[in-house]
């Protein structure tokens, strides 16, 4: 049983183009939801995160949007760059259990110069 | 401030043997949870640790255990070895208040590797 949902698996955008990937989850009790950025070696690094009292939040190039009723939240990326390339992983967690990040399967991003 | 870190690296072990992975969080960090990275299954939460207590628990068998000392290190213990136990096993921190909107910080991951 998949909570999290992330698609697509893999992306290749035009340098100066958005990336967007998306994600579903299942549990109404999730009130956190990070985006991590994963570089080839090295950990996930956190990027942006949302809680569902918001419907977009937007850091630099980053925005995520977040739609509480049909359970789904996005990250775009504007003006992708080569630098940007690497995985995206998308999750969730709930209150009482804020140790435990429920991810998605991950998107591996390609920005082609 | 300097981040997590996690010892050693790079770990091969043959199937049967135990292995013992360390974590620092990041100082004044208090939890710290442990991770399972594979290509097929993704990240997949293992446990967390708060004040010296398991808090948390994923679904893994009981092979998988781990502890947390008074200073906050952790470490976590894969005992009988399976090769699907290969995998890049993630140390994260984070303050751990009472609240969700805690961040947290990734180490870069111990690759662990059974023959």
């Known amino acids: 049983q998949q909570q999290v949902k992330q698609s697509p698996q893999s992306l290749i955008v035009q340098k100066g183009g958005i990336s967007i990937i998306n994600c579903a989850y299942e549990n109404t009790a999730f009130d956190y939801f990070p985006w991590y950025q994963q570089f080839p070696g090295k950990g996930p690094a956190l990027l942006i995160a949302?809680?569902?009292?918001?419907s977009e939040k937007k850091e630099g190039r980053f925005t995520i949007s977040f739609n509480k009723s049909a359970k789904q939240f996005s990250l775009h990326i504007m003006d992708s760059q080569p630098g940007d390339s690497a995985t995206y992983f998308c999750?969730?967690?709930?209150?009482?259990?804020?140790?435990?990040?429920?991810f998605g399967k991950g998107t591996k991003l390609s920005v082609k110069p | 401030k300097a981040g997590v870190t996690q010892t050693p690296r790079y770990l091969i072990k043959t199937r049967g043997q135990q292995v013992t992975l360390s974590c620092s969080p990041i100082?004044?960090?208090?939890?710290v949870s442990w991770y399972q990275q594979t290509p097929g299954q993704g990240l997949q939460f293992l446990f967390e640790y708060f004040s010296e207590t398991q808090r948390n628990k994923g679904n893994f068998p009981g092979r998988f255990s781990g502890r947390q000392f008074s200073n906050s290190r952790s470490e976590m213990n894969v005992s009988t070895l399976e090769l699907g136990d290969s995998a890049l096993y993630l140390c994260?921190?984070?303050?751990?208040?009472?609240?969700?909107?805690?961040?947290?910080?990734f180490g870069p991951g111990t690759r662990l590797l059974v023959l």
């Open positions: 999750a969730a967690s709930r209150r009482g259990s804020q140790g435990n990040l429920i």
């Open positions: 100082s004044g960090h208090r939890s």
């Open positions: 949302i809680r569902p009292d918001v």
């Open positions: 994260a921190s984070s303050r751990a208040g009472d609240g969700t909107w805690e961040t947290q910080y």
